[in-house]
């Protein structure tokens, strides 16, 4: 069974700096891409970034949004993917979802951690 | 103001048929696989549809999806009150370098 849990969110001050941390089981997590979608309370979702497989160099991608303060690494070895989270805005106040896939394939995404930026 | 566009509503009968477009551009729709996913009140977003019109196993066949050019749907056939959720398209931008999605379509089965 495919399980990804994410963990880490929290209530944080603007300007504060928190990372996020998923853990993938169930499916070959180095040939995967990894991404972080948020979702802000009853908005849509927005996709932050995105980390490649072992195959593509583990690439990075952001969204303009967070480009320059957030930061997506991964460890195969782990089958981890982790969201370091810097100058954070009201802003960032959102469900945290970590998402898994291979490129023409469906995607996997685990349940989400809240981050709340309030001072 | 999302990159993809989607109606914000739509609504049908039990047993109905409904649509759901999603209009997007070169970048993006036409050039990318697009994917929909169904969210549940409370629940994480599930992929209904990937790689244009394949359904995962599991997901009913009265999902179904098309594509042409920019534009994209997302077809609902024999509507039931557990269909009643927010559904998303999404694709992967190559001007952006990024993924996109729409701002999603509240379906409310009356």
């Known amino acids: 069974e495919v399980q990804l849990v994410e963990s880490g969110g929290r209530l944080v001050q603007p300007g504060g700096s928190l990372t996020l941390s998923c853990v993938a089981s169930g499916f070959i997590f180095s040939d995967h891409y990894m991404d972080w979608v948020r979702q802000a309370p009853g908005k849509g979702l927005e996709w932050v970034g995105r980390t490649r497989n072992k195959a593509n160099s583990h690439t990075t991608e952001y969204a303009a949004s967070v480009k320059g303060r957030f930061t997506i690494s991964r460890d195969d070895s782990k089958n981890s993917v982790y969201l370091q989270m810097n100058s954070l805005k009201t802003e960032d106040t959102a469900v945290y979802y970590c998402v898994g896939g291979i490129v023409g394939a469906f995607d996997y995404w685990g349940q989400g951690t809240l981050v709340s930026v309030s001072s | 103001q999302s990159v993809l566009t989607q109606p914000p509503s739509a609504s049908g009968t039990p047993g109905q048929r409904v649509t759901i477009s999603c209009s997007g551009s070169?970048?993006?729709?036409?050039?990318?696989?697009v994917y929909w996913y169904q969210q549940l009140p409370g629940t994480a977003p599930k992929v209904l549809i990937y790689?244009?019109?394949r359904r995962p196993s599991g997901v009913p066949d009265r999902f179904s999806a098309s594509k042409s050019g920019t534009s994209a749907s997302l077809a609902l056939n024999g509507l039931q009150s557990e269909d009643e959720a927010v559904y998303y398209c999404a694709a992967w931008d190559d001007s952006l370098s990024g993924r996109v999605f729409g701002g999603g379509t509240k379906l409310t089965v009356l």
């Open positions: 070169s970048s993006n729709i036409e050039s990318n696989s």
């Open positions: 790689r244009d019109i």
